[in-house]
């Protein structure tokens, strides 16, 4: 079949008529095989492997600079290991599983079947693995999908649709490029599944345009993840793992440390750690090939506005800026990290996703006003959690709701596989990742055969009268 190009696609008819198109194909073709399912995930892992540097390259032009390292391990080492996780266990998970009946008479079991055609919807931040990620559960679960990558990374999104092209027909997987109003139609159209992954403000608009018909819709949002530190905690090691997180892709993860809590007496211990780290790990910044710079001039200014923000409502900011460099710089779109201190609710820094290396720092005077203060607020994507008193590890983990916690490390739990990936109230809806995405993207039908001699629909043969006795006696 000839692919169609997709600067062809531009309009609500367009997808529409790709997604039927799809949706014919997938109900004439049946249930794919284990056989195709694996050779989808293998064509996915074999675009990413074969064109790993162009990509990387294409990453590193739309974010102005951004580090090969954390493409590679991000974007390709670690979508490359979901898709293989997938490939390896997929007959495992496709096998149906058996239930509990009443009786011998009557076998049950509960059969895992495609949806169909899932639509995906991509940022900016990940491009590559936050596309092909979810691909690892949906092909595993014999659908297909069409694809919305990200425009804020234009030349990552346009080689993913040539990529897409070559390797895949377009029946099992297409790419819709285009400008936002182009993700606001494609969150329209009627998918069998909607995956967004972005922001919660924009994730209410997608979850109201699916309802329009009544698509079913995986939600990975964000918030303010915290970073909680008990007064047994070493700052050495809360340092080096929270700002390892938040200069990685200089905190534009969904997922990063997004403030911390702590005691009053351990702030000044933090910064000095902190200063470090930075020394240690970042002894340059404008010129460090090392350092990720901020993705588009709009998002860097949202950046530089939140701490001027902070600072004219008293905040204390400590910038983590190399010796002799500035604090951040307009053409590079760098910004160092910076500690903001004395921070308080009424500032913007507080109140909004941050998304960028800033990091607040609330001084709180026990673990039970640190969970006191989470719990009053929207539910966090991932709680951090740093100290060695299991009894007041374990009282925050069982007072606290969030998508995932993670203890003594930052993000940890995102590259194991096993792990269901998701947020929770208003950072998201819906997990995948591993067996989760399989059976995200499936439907548990439950099937039920049964023998000529079993009387198990019997009960609700008239006449009642003396099933009426029985009953009632059971019921004394």
């Known amino acids: 079949m000839t692919a169609h190009s997709v600067e062809d696609i531009n309009s609500v008819e367009d997808m529409n008529a790709i997604l039927n198109r799809m949706k014919r194909a997938h109900l004439a073709a049946g249930p794919a095989s284990a056989a195709l399912r694996r050779d989808r995930l293998m064509r996915s892992i074999r675009l990413i492997q074969e064109n790993h540097q162009l990509l990387t390259q294409a990453m590193c032009a739309d974010f102005g600079h951004r580090s090969v390292y954390q493409s590679l391990i991000a974007d390709v080492a670690t979508t490359i290991n979901a898709l293989q996780h997938a490939a390896e266990h997929l007959e495992e998970w496709m096998k149906p599983e058996p239930a509990e009946t009443p009786d011998n008479t009557t076998q049950a079991l509960i059969q895992s079947q495609p949806l169909g055609v899932i639509g995906i919807i991509s940022p900016w931040n990940f491009p590559v693995n936050l596309s092909f990620g979810p691909l690892a559960g949906v092909f595993a679960a014999g659908n297909t999908a069409m694809l919305k990558p990200s425009e804020l990374t234009p030349a990552t999104s346009e080689l993913l649709a040539e990529l897409v092209a070559r390797y895949f027909d377009p029946e099992e997987l297409t790419v819709v490029l285009g400008e936002a109003d182009t993700a606001r139609t494609f969150s329209t159209l009627p998918f069998d599944h909607l995956i967004f992954t972005g922001s919660s403000q924009v994730g209410r608009h997608v979850m109201r ?7 079913p819709v995986t939600l990975e949002l964000g918030g303010k993840s915290p970073v909680v530190v008990d007064d047994s905690a070493a700052m050495a090691h809360v340092a080096e793992r929270t700002l390892t997180v938040k200069t990685f892709n200089v905190g534009q993860i969904c997922l990063s440390p997004d403030y911390m809590l702590m005691p009053d007496d351990q702030v000044n211990d933090f910064v000095k750690e902190s200063k470090v780290f930075m020394a240690r790990s970042f002894p340059q910044i404008q010129d460090n090939e090392d350092y990720t710079s901020i993705v588009t001039p709009r998002h860097y200014q949202r950046l530089i506005s939140l701490l001027e923000d902070a600072r004219q409502k ?4 400590i910038s983590l800026a190399p010796e002799g460099e500035p604090d951040f710089d307009e053409l590079s779109r760098k910004i160092a990290p910076h500690l903001v201190l ?5 500032m913007q820094i507080m ?3 941050i998304f960028g290396p800033l990091l607040p720092v609330v001084t709180c005077r026990s673990t039970g006003e640190a969970i006191d203060y989470i719990n009053a607020r ?4 991932a709680a951090y959690y740093f100290g060695e008193d299991t009894a007041k590890r374990q009282t925050f983990a069982s007072r606290t709701t969030s998508g995932a916690l993670v203890v003594n490390d930052i993000m940890s739990h995102a590259t194991i596989d096993s792990l269901p990936f998701g947020g929770v109230g208003a950072s998201g809806i819906g997990a995948y990742h591993g067996i989760h995405g399989f059976r995200r993207f499936s439907h548990a039908k439950p099937v ?3 023998n000529r001699d079993s009387e198990l629909s019997q009960r609700l043969q008239a006449p009642y009268q003396h099933k009426l006795e029985i009953l009632t006696d059971m019921l004394k």
Do not use: F
Request: net charge negative.
């Open 351 to 353: 109140q909004e996703e």
């Open 314 to 317: 008293g905040a204390e900011i």
């Open 342 to 346: 004395n921070v308080t609710d009424d």
């Open 209 to 215: 345009a699916a309802a329009e018909n009544l698509v």
């Open 378 to 381: 929207p539910r966090p994507l």
């Open 448 to 450: 039920v055969i049964q």
